[in-house]
């Protein structure tokens, strides 16, 4: 089926850089997710992003978080600046209609 | 409050049948969804319901009752790949995104 990709599938980084998240939708979509899933816990929506604009977020989505999709390239997840408790695994995911599809994540590791 | 609920983990036996559970409460509904997803991979589309009923895909079959906010995943002649986490996944009202629960893993035992 359709895939999305994630881009890097690890990534650490020290309390307080910046970070972008990658991500490859499938080529005809037009709704954009972002969801963060704790170890051992349940994936939480963050944010969704249609026609270059955000349309929804979660209480999850802090104001150190942006995404964008410029020029119709990747849709990236910046957290800047970064925090411990961002830790987790980030989903990308992607849909036409009510069938989203998902990206295999991208372990971030906040040391 | 709001949630999904579903159970940690189920077992059952290949050649049989395992219902995955899940119940929800959410201010508003507008279609429920099934994933599968292996550890380390990405969360698999399964079935798409938002009318009550039973919906037969084959491998998968998928009930839904909107009344008692509840939905069951029916996996029949199993086999050990279906071994799984099962995700249940509920859209809220005119919400675009998607409330999960904490997944069902299933082992299948020989």
């Known amino acids: 089926g359709p895939k999305v990709l994630q881009i890097p599938s690890h990534q650490i980084i020290d309390m307080g850089q910046m970070v972008t998240l990658n991500c490859d939708p499938v080529?005809?979509?037009?709704?954009f997710y972002w969801y963060k899933q704790i170890l051992g816990q349940q994936m939480e929506f963050l944010v969704n992003f249609y026609n270059g604009k955000v349309m929804e977020k979660s209480k999850l989505f802090k104001d150190q978080f942006s995404v964008e999709r410029p020029d119709g390239s990747y849709f990236t997840l910046k957290i800047q600046p970064t925090a411990l408790e961002d830790s987790a695994v980030y989903f990308c995911?992607?849909?036409?209609?009510?069938?989203?599809?998902f990206g295999p994540g991208t372990r971030l590791t906040v040391l | 409050g709001q949630g999904v609920e579903q159970p940690d983990n189920l077992m059952s036996v290949e050649g049989t049948f395992a219902r995955v559970n899940c119940t929800y409460s959410?201010?508003?509904?507008?279609?429920l969804s099934w994933y599968q997803q292996r550890e380390g991979h990405a969360p698999v589309f399964l079935s798409y319901v938002v009318l009550d009923g039973l919906k037969d895909s084959g491998h998968f079959s998928t009930f839904l009752s909107r009344s008692n906010g509840y939905s069951y995943l029916l996996l029949t002649e199993l086999q050990i790949k279906d071994s799984a986490s099962y995700l249940c996944a509920v859209r809220d009202g005119g919400s675009w995104q998607l409330i999960f629960g904490s997944g069902t893993q299933l082992t299948v035992m020989p």
């Open positions: 959410t201010s508003g509904f507008n279609g």
């Open positions: 080529s005809n979509h037009l709704y």
């Open positions: 995911a992607s849909s036409l209609n009510y069938e989203q599809y």
